[in-house]
């Protein structure tokens, strides 16, 4: 067989560079997104493909047989995944190309004698080990197969120094030596790198670390690129860790944090503050009728919905209320904050999966001053973006992030399972307060309650 | 492919990165996450070279098991994504 000349292989690669690009420009606006996806899958389909007919291979037969294992594992959870587990599911999958990159870089480093790239190889093997170890642990975070509370024992930041020590030491040792047990050692640094940098993440900024990661995995890929001399995995990889950067910051924006106070914060020790346990003062607690009634005569109402609606899978219930009470002739909006869910964007997925208009969906900074104006807000499972702690207690977790100023309503009614501090581990005072009615149960129960009771009304 | 020739692609991808996504609305930000992350699946293209040339049974081992994972990250990024994205799509959108 005939290989594709390189000039022809150039080409192609660049075209699929061309699809990648447009994906990611084509998630400007929700009209071309999906278009813009599907391109970016188009053109991971035609590299694929030039690479079949452009490098004389062996091992063909394997190779299609990997890929298909690999399809067959992935396509199927991607499409059942519950739209609430999403952000799990995006750190997995990132995990698994940082490992896929370590792993190539691994074996790449027989193939070379150049010494600039083995630094590409030990920077790609030591950021990918990294990013599959980190992605692994927020995956087990999210998922809650380990605490979401951040995980800290003495001697960690001594640890993670002399780890981070010795990688360097054995990065610079390869570099000249080309030496594979060493390289050896240094993936499982980097494994060990990726455990201790996420262990003592909270959870509310687990988010965070996953967009970080996967700026990362984007870097681990462009670097591999410079290893194999191929330009598509260098431009697709740096756009990724460019993006991720940029995400990255945005998020921690959002949230009122610095990246580097989420790494680093706990290792000072200042974001351990909060308790896990609920306080036994009073809270003023009702049924569904009444808040139905609360709902039913207001003008206008405000619904905040957070995890706890995600969770109950209960947006589809809570389209129907705004439904419902549109028809009373109440003017309704959904408060979405940029965190809400567990993602930036997430509660916005998952509101329009139940078909709420985007004309409804009102994002933090334009639906702030409308608080005042409201006679009722509805917090449906939310509870760290609404806590007033993030504005006034400068020892909380919180303290700083932007928050919906829910308490400017005239009632405050808060749908919740518990009264079990939310995702970041700290109490609610405005739950304590007098405008506040609280109706506890599974967010869908109650939202379905409520909505029988002011269909009644 | 000479090393300045790949320093100046590299740096001018980090200029259309940051110029593409600043555009990205925060309605968008999940997906754009996911989608990015499909993208870095490509290093599917990278273990496929490595398998191709692997003649040891153990390098073609591990080059096997970093295209299963690779294959996963890619397959599974855009599938994910368009998932969320149809849920952005047309169907009964209307107030």
Known sequence: ?457 | MDGISLLTITVLAVFVGFEVVSKVSSTLHTPLMSGANAIHGIILVGAIIVAGQASDPWVLAVALLAVVLATANLVGGFVVTDRMLEMFGGKGRTK
Request: net charge neutral; aromatic share 6%; charged share 10%.
């Open chain 1, 1 to 457: 067989m005939t290989l594709l000349a390189p000039v022809w292989t150039a080409l192609l690669y660049l075209a699929a560079a061309v699809c990648f690009i447009l994906a990611l420009r084509g998630l400007s606006s929700p009209r071309t997104a999906r278009r813009g996806n599907l391109l970016g899958a188009f053109g991971a389909l035609l590299a694929v493909a030039t690479v079949f007919v452009s490098v004389k291979m062996d091992n063909i037969p394997w190779i299609l047989g990997a890929i298909a294992v690999g399809s067959a594992v992935a396509a199927p959870v991607a499409r059942r995944v519950q739209m609430t587990q999403m952000p799990q599911l995006v750190a997995l999958f990132n995990g698994v190309g940082g490992g896929a990159a370590a792993l190539v870089a691994l074996l790449e480093l027989g193939h070379t004698g150049d010494a600039w790239v083995r630094v590409a190889i030990v920077f790609t093997l030591l950021v990918g080990a990294v990013s599959f170890a980190g992605s692994a642990i927020t995956f087990a975070k999210l998922q809650e197969l380990m605490t979401t509370r951040p995980v800290l024992f003495p001697g960690l930041p001594v640890l993670m120094g002399a780890v981070l020590l010795v990688a360097v030491g054995a990065a610079v040792a390869i570099v000249f030596s080309g030496s594979f047990p060493l390289a050896l050692l240094l993936l499982a640094l980097g494994l060990m790198a990726g455990v201790l940098l996420v262990l003592p993440v909270g959870g509310a900024d687990v988010p965070i670390v996953i967009s970080l990661l996967n700026a990362f995995t984007g870097l681990a890929v462009a670097a591999s690129g410079l290893v194999l001399g191929n330009v598509l995995l260098v431009v697709a990889g740096t756009l990724v860790g460019a993006s991720g950067t940029i995400l990255t910051r945005a998020m921690a924006a959002a949230m009122g944090r610095k990246v580097t106070g989420i790494l680093f914060g706990a290792f000072r020790g200042g974001s351990t503050a909060g308790s896990t346990t609920a306080s036994d003062r009073p809270v003023r607690s009702s049924s569904a009728e009444d808040v139905a009634v609360l709902l039913g005569y207001a003008q206008r109402v405000i619904i905040v919905p957070g995890y706890g609606l995600a969770v109950a899978q209960g947006q589809h219930t809570a389209a129907e209320l705004a439904l419902a009470l549109e028809a009373r002739g109440i003017d309704v909006d959904f408060a979405i904050h940029p965190v809400a869910g567990r993602m930036p964007g997430h509660m916005n997925v998952l509101l329009a999966e139940a078909n709420v208009p985007y004309e409804s969906l009102k994002e933090m900074g334009e639906i702030n001053s409308e608080f005042r104006t409201a006679d009722v807000a509805l917090v449906v499972g939310a509870n760290d973006v609404v806590n007033p702690a993030a504005k006034t207690s400068a020892g909380s977790p919180i303290y700083g992030m932007p928050i919906l100023e829910v308490a400017d309503a005239r009632q405050v009614v808060f749908l919740k399972r518990s009264m079990r501090p939310g995702f970041a581990g700290i109490e609610n005072e405005l739950l304590y307060e007098p405008q506040t009615t609280l109706l506890f149960g599974d967010a869908k129960e109650s939202l379905t309650k409520v909505l029988g009771a002011v269909k009644a009304l």
